[in-house]
Structures are given as C-alpha cells and as structure tokens.
C-alpha cells in the first residue's frame, strides 16, 4: 500500500466534490493500493492541519454549517510550504488576468517537489510553458484534466487512449452555459435575453454571465489544449473569440429550417485557435444540447473521435481529478 | 530500445491495415521505445516467415498483385506455435458460431506464452472466460480494443480514462451499418429495402447483411462489454436481439415529428443485455447520423460519457490494434 499525502487548496463547491469523492472511493482506492491521505485544506479564510488525515466528512459537515473549514490562520501558500505531503489538489477560482493564487500556489507545490493536481484553469491559460518547465525541473507530476470539460475527459482521451495517433484538429462545445442557451433559444424560440435569464434562474448561469456568454471561458480551455495536445505555446490573448450574446432566435430558426443548429465551437488546428458562433448540422455528432460539452478529435489513423459528457459539476469536475490521481500513482 | 517480434494472422482487409499503419508509424513507435518487428504473416493461402523482419511495404503490395502472400505452405497455428515472438495479432474474420480458426489462434498464442491483440469478435463472444483464465495462467497479455467499435475507443476509456468511476451501464449503436440504413430511410423517407440496397453498392452493408440487420453483430459486442467492463460471464446466446428489418419509413417519419429517430440501440446494465430499435430523441448524444458507431457510459461520478467515432474500415480498426500494441509495451 502506498501512502499518498494530500492537501486541498481551495474548498468551494470543487474542493467539496474532491473531499466527498475520496470519502466515497476510499475502498477502491485501497483495492489498487492507494491510501489517499488528505493532511491539509485550505479555504478563503483559514485552513484545517492534521497529520493523520483529517476526517472528511466532519470537514464536509463544518464548511456547510459554519461557511469555512478554518481553524487557524494560515493560507494555502503557507500549507503548500510547510506541510509535509506528495500532493496538492489546487481548486481554487480561475482568475484569467494575472493567474491569481493559483499560480502561486503552483510555483509554490514545484518549488517544494511536490506534484499538482489542478481544476483551476487561469494559471494553465495564462504560463502554460512556464509551468510545465517548473514541474519538469522540479519532478513534479502535474495534471488538470479538470481544466477542460469537466467530467468529459478530452485531455486523457488525446494523450492515452488514441495513443499512436497523430491529432491534427480539435474541435467542440466547451461551455455548458452557451450550450445551454442556444438549446433553450432554438426549443423556445426565445430572445437571448430571455433564456440568459432563465439558466440564471436555475443556477447554469452566473449573475455575472461575462466569462461565459462572451466566450472567454472557451478561450482558456482552448488554450489549454492548444499547449498541452498541439505543443504550441499560447495564451489567453492570441484566442480569436466572439461570444453568443448577438444570436437571434430568428437565425437559430432559419438555421433548423435547413437542418442546422448554432452553436459556440471553440476549435484549434495548425496556427487557428478560435471560438464563435457555428452552424452545425442536426445529427452531427457535435449537435448535443442542453449543457453537456463536447469535442471532437481529428486524427490521422483513428478518423474523427468524439467524446461527450458533462462539462462542470462538483463531482464530475472531481471525478476528473480523481482520474488524474489515479493516473499520477496506480502502481 | 525494446524489440517486440510480431506476428499478423489473418492478411484481409484489417490485417493489411496494421501492416500499413505499422509501416507508417515506425519512427513514432521507436520514439516511444518500441522496435516492432513482423516477423510472420499468414493469410488464408500460406505464410510468409522471416526472422529479421519482413518488408512491410513489398509484401502489402505483392498480397494486392497477387491476391496472396503465401511463399510457403504454411497456417497460421503453425507460426504461432513454431515461430519464435512475443505478439499474435489475429485478424481473421469473426466466426460466432464456433469461434472458428481465431479461437485456435489464440489459445495456441496462450498455450505459447505469447501476447494477443485481436480484431475478431467471435472467440470473445463464446469463450471470454475461458480466454481470459488461459491468457492469465499464461501470463499472457490480451487486448481486444479493436473488437468493439472499430477506432472508437471504448474498452480502453472505460478501464483506464474514467479510472476510479464505476461504470453503471453502456447504450450504444454499435454497427455502422444498420445506423447507416436507418440515417438514409430517415432522410429519403425511404424503405429499408432501398437504402440497404444503396448500402450494399456503396459496399457499407455486405452481401448477405444478415450479421448486420439482424443485431448479431451487435449482440457480439454487447458481450464483450458485459465481460470486459461488466465482469458478467454471459456468451452470445445470452442477449436479446431485435433487428432493423421490420422499421418502415412511416415510422421514422412519425418519430421524427415528434423529436425523436430510431436507432437500433445496445444496451447493458446489471442483469439485462439487449440489442433493439429504440426511439432516440434528436439532439441527444446517441442520435449521430450515418455509418458512426456512439456509445453512452454511465457511470457514479462522471455522469454519463459518451464516445463517437469510426466503427469500422481497416485503417481504424488497425489504429484500435495500434493503441493496444503502446498500451500493452509502452516502457
């Protein structure tokens, strides 16, 4: 059995998910040998420490009642320099323009040899080379599935299971927001404004709906591809975006009257990296509706592959991490 | 570098695929660590054996001038119990009746100590357990990625890309072509009569296209899955099957009113396995169009994934063979 010892930086409704899956696979994971021990998480106002691996579900319990998990005051940088363990799980906000504490917390983990698992996508859009040249330097593992499509697992998919293949374009629906709203327009037959509404309304979309609607959620993760599967070195700015907000339930009909949908595709290939606004053929493979991702992959020998599956979620987004886990350590 | 001998047992149209995709990928696989070496080729005629190494692009083009690559009279079973190599990779036509020369193959390749990567669907179908007990007591690796799916990577996605998740069920179309004939009845507003017809001189659909239409084809994998990913112990003979031939047009077209097409779907999950048209609604990952293979995997933590691609054609298949060779030799 190997001990692997964890902390979670950052324990919003991610770092949540992350906690309530290992207490849930607790048992698989010893049956592939891993005992997955979480030391140390971090929340916005303080952090919990334990040697012996803190009782998840008491810490699940104490965030819902009180708001935080803090016992001390002592933030995720300082956790990531001082504790003693293999693993940072960082969940902390994405923040696109300078990468935020997430970055920090990252250069931290490589420069104390310890390996990072990561949903947070900020840090990977904006110095993804940098990065990766750290974690080589310093040995560390560093994976983020999570980073892309939550649930759906693009990033494995192109490296592992379509091994031998040479990838030559990606292509899909990366944000469950748009696609929700471009659903909802078509079925409706319903103004932009209206169904922006109603996915607030249900908690798809949030108050401030910028991120996604305008594209730029899109742009992170087609940077991250665009690194990680394509070798490029980009970041957020050399995206061309255009987002979903000037779509009309007219083009959306007349687009069906021909047997198309719209739909915001965020694709890379040679020297494109784009999203906009696309028509897709109805019964294309990437025609999915309500707020599911999806991505199709062109390679040379296995033809077009796509995959489908839910693109956020606590614990779908967990699910990913876990994968990664798994990956960085099954014996 | 790693020197894997090889033989290829069965020269069709998938034998030929891998001779070529090995021949292109060379540079890849030593990049990776890999000398492939074919040390012997079999079709239904004779063999070809030579210790060094046979020249793949010469014999691809002698078997297409020729209509064989026999220089000696030689089977198959005999190579694969005489000639010194690591990895039999079977590629003769699927016989699920009695498993045919493919089941022989094999459990010679075991009974030697050799490696099996396979195309062919029908000694899985009738002997998984029996295989995989002799590929274990041997110590013999087993991979069948091609079996099911043609290039869409389904075995692999399941075991490895959605580690840590439990997988509750799979619904697929699983036979491109009766998803063809299906797509074009739809889209012509014609008989099944017709569009297989069509299928037939386009040489999607074969022949004698019973396999196909009447879901055997289908049930085949279906019982691969429900073994491999399932741990159920079930053969052919163990699945409820309905085909196509009974679909009329009026019934696409009344479905089609309403949201929704036919497909004729697989499915399995804890005690049932099935192959039957069902009704899928337009827009839902299932619903793709022409001869593309879907298939939908629920699971505890991921949600529900699903994966699209090729079926079926030699270069695919042979690409599924390919990720099975990295996977089983990759240092």
Known sequence: MRTIRASIIGF???????????????????????????????????AEINNEGIDLSEIIARKRETGTIASRQITGVEIIRNVEHDLVIETTPTDVETGGVGLENMLAAFGHGRDVVTSNKGPLALKYRELMDVAR??????????????????????????????IISIEGILNGTCNYILSRMMEEQASYEQMLAESQELGIAETDPTNDVEGSDTACKLVILANSIFGMDVNYNDVDVTGITKITPEALILANDEGYTIKLIGEVKDDLIRASPRLVPIGHPLAVGGTLNVASIQTDLAGTVTI????????????????????????
């Open 308 to 331: 489908t599956g839910r693109g956020a979620g606590s614990i779908e987004t967990a699910s990913a991490i876990l994968s990664d886990v798994v990956s960085l350590y099954r014996p």
């Open 137 to 166: 330097e310093a040995g560390s593992g560093f994976r983020f599935e999570a980073t892309v499509g939550g649930a759906m697992p693009i990033l494995n998919l192109a490296h592992d299971t379509l091994a031998g293949n040479k």
């Open 12 to 46: 919003g409704s991610v770092g949540q998910g992350v906690a309530e899956v290992f207490l849930q696979k607790r048992e698989e994971l010893e049956n592939i040998g891993l005992d997955l021990k979480v030391v140390a998480i971090a929340d916005s106002r303080g």
